[in-house]
């Protein structure tokens, strides 16, 4: 399956991550995060660890925290350098991994808010968002939501539709009906998969996610900017740097 074409026309790609991955790749992860989420609750529970309470978004569980340390030897590392190429060639300048995290997204009876409406990520003009699917996500699970083509370069590009200020986090947003403006609704890229997806996005365009009503959504994230990006690195300064 080719994966740059889609990404540069649509701004998102979706397919098996076996078409990317090493042998087995797959599998390291899915151990790896049960081991991580083992290892982090048990402390919680233990309470050898707090709850970091500075975290904005009550829906979402970082498991590897707000900033992670860097381990060059671990799987998340490995399957960095693994889609690199692809950050690459689709920022059209050296890819800069930002961060890599384990994020769980837990349901909720609240409406959405923050990064469950619709938004643009700032930090570059060009970026380049991976999730891999480590359960599988079905409605009421949060998937992600792309408006393909409103990328840089992308077909509506040059289209904003309405925006607010949210109140809670002073960041631009947009409702589905003025989203619809831009891109039907039944254009909208809804990533559901099931355990294995990868979901490979420019998230300067307009999207969202994490929306959970009913099950949880568990996913590996990385992030790839440029030189030009306008914020730096989230691993832990005390940590090792990609």
Known sequence: M?????????????????????????????????????????????GLESRDRRQAKGFLRQW??????????????????RLTPLATAYLEAPALLRFYNL???????????????????????????????????????????YAPGTQRGGAVADRVPDTFIERSSGWIRASDAAMATIVPPVEWRCAYGPKGTLVVADTAGWHKGGYATSTSRLTATWEWTTAQAIEGSRFHALGGQP
């Not at 590897?64 to 399957?79: E, F, I, K, M």
């Not at 609240?110 to 968002?129: A, F, G, N, Y």
């Open 64 to 81: 590897l925290g707000r900033h992670p340390l860097y381990d060059g030897q671990s799987v998340w590392a490995d399957v960095a350098r």
């Open 2 to 46: 080719e994966w740059l074409g889609p990404l540069r026309q649509d701004g998102i790609m979706i397919g098996p991550s076996a078409d990317l991955f090493q042998p087995n790749q797959l599998e390291a992860a899915q151990a790896e995060a049960t081991r991580v989420r083992g290892d982090r609750f048990a402390r919680l529970q233990a």
């Open 103 to 145: 994020w769980e997204v837990l349901p909720t009876t609240q409406p959405p808010c923050r990064s469950q409406l619709w938004h643009r990520d700032m930090e570059d003009t060009r970026i380049v968002k991976a999730f891999l699917y480590l359960s599988d996500v079905v409605p009421g699970a949060g998937p992600f939501i």
